[in-house]
């Protein structure tokens, strides 16, 4: 089954600084999807990456797709407040089947 | 338009009765998917629905889950003789076909004592 590995797990970044977050995945990439989560609540879907070298970005956030490393990464430039909270990556479960399989997150916290 | 809603937001229940959690996608919506998130688990998911088509039910942990879809919108997730390490927040999601984006609801914070 697919597995994703995000790094780093946890992240603290002062406000106004960018900042990366990584996705790997342990199978072959055919999607992937970005989601934030505020504590104690649901996923809001950010992006959805389809194709190698696709890059798509909204407001302060870039999200880019690598199949050959099997990897995505999300880049926020000048961090605000707004930005904290846990960021998800999820894939297809792979062989055909549906529903998404997610990394464990990352947490960001915004310093002011 | 309204988003994906579940009820109740809460539960607390007993170990060994059964729950029932519900889920109402967004209006349009085929694809009807049943995550659980845990502390030590993260992300899980549970059971898939497309339109009228058997429900992908490999996810379930063990055979007191079970989950139906009534009428190709409403879902309900059913978790009989509830277990303790049954605590967890279960999320329903929809998305408008089998691999697009999915919206998720705000989850059902289950807690079995």
């Known amino acids: 089954s697919q597995e994703l590995e995000q790094s780093p797990q946890s992240l603290i970044v002062q406000e106004g600084k960018n900042l990366t977050i990584n996705c790997t995945s342990s199978?072959?990439?055919?999607?992937l999807y970005w989601y934030k989560q505020k504590y104690g609540e649901g996923l809001i879907f950010l992006m959805m990456?389809?194709?190698?070298?696709e890059e798509k970005s909204h407001e302060k956030i870039t999200a880019k797709l690598d199949e050959k490393k099997q990897q995505s990464s999300l880049h926020i430039t000048a961090s605000q407040p707004s930005h904290a909270g846990i960021y998800l990556c999820?894939?297809?479960?792979?062989?055909?089947?549906?529903?998404?399989?997610f990394g464990k997150g990352t947490h960001l916290i915004i310093q002011p | 338009g309204a988003g994906v809603s579940q009820s109740p937001s809460n539960k607390v229940t007993e170990k060994g009765k059964d729950v029932e959690l519900r889920c109402d996608p967004i209006?349009?919506?085929?694809?009807l998917y049943w995550y659980r998130q845990s502390l030590g688990q993260g992300l899980e998911f549970l059971i898939y629905?497309?339109?009228?088509?058997?429900?992908?039910k490999s996810g379930l942990p063990s055979d007191r889950f079970s989950a139906e879809r009534t009428g190709g919108s409403v879902s309900t997730l059913t978790i009989q003789r509830t277990q303790q390490e049954d605590s967890a927040v279960y999320l329903c999601?929809?998305?408008?076909?089998?691999?697009?984006?999915?919206?998720f609801g705000p989850g059902t914070r289950l807690t079995v004592t």
């Open positions: 629905f497309q339109g009228n088509s058997a429900p992908d």
């Open positions: 990456l389809q194709k190698g070298g």
């Open positions: 999601a929809s998305s408008l076909w089998a691999q697009g984006e999915q919206y």
């Open positions: 209006s349009g919506h085929t694809a």
């Open positions: 199978k072959t990439l055919y999607g």
């Open positions: 999820g894939a297809g479960r792979g062989g055909g089947a549906d529903g998404l399989t």
